[in-house]
């Protein structure tokens, strides 16, 4: 019903930026949030960012003042800004959506398919 698609992972230096873009598409009819969460190796699944359709805007604590989400709401797609990356920012990265689908009764999530963030020198 929602397709997400990820770019912008890669490989970094420690102190590095990246910016992480993700499209939402398909039978949309309502985007109430979007953000990010990542997973690294033998860790569990955590929220780095999101951001509602009023944009608030939360953050992992870690995140705080070197990571900005925002959001496109024309085009259905959401940044993630990462400034002053360290090693244990390395992980997978999942787009994140939940709204309202012309299918669906009441919000459902849909996730990406992860994009791999390596910060390493």
């Known amino acids: 019903q929602v397709q997400l698609v990820e770019s912008g992972g890669g490989l970094v230096q420690p102190g590095g930026s990246l910016r992480l873009s993700c499209a939402a598409s398909g039978r949309i009819f309502r985007t109430n949030v979007m953000g990010w969460y990542r997973q690294a190796p033998g860790k569990e699944r955590e929220l780095v960012a999101t951001?509602?359709?009023?944009?608030?805007?939360n953050y992992l604590d870690s995140a705080k003042g070197r990571f900005t989400i925002s959001r496109d709401n024309a085009k259905n797609t959401v940044y993630l800004q990462m400034n002053s990356l360290k090693p244990e920012d390395t992980a997978d990265y999942y787009c994140?959506?939940?709204?309202?689908?012309?299918?669906?009764?009441?919000?459902?999530?849909?996730w990406g398919k992860g994009t791999p963030v390596n910060v390493s020198s």
């Open positions: 994140y959506w939940r709204g309202s689908t012309w299918a669906s009764i009441g919000d459902v999530n849909y």
């Open positions: 951001i509602n359709s009023g944009d608030t805007t």
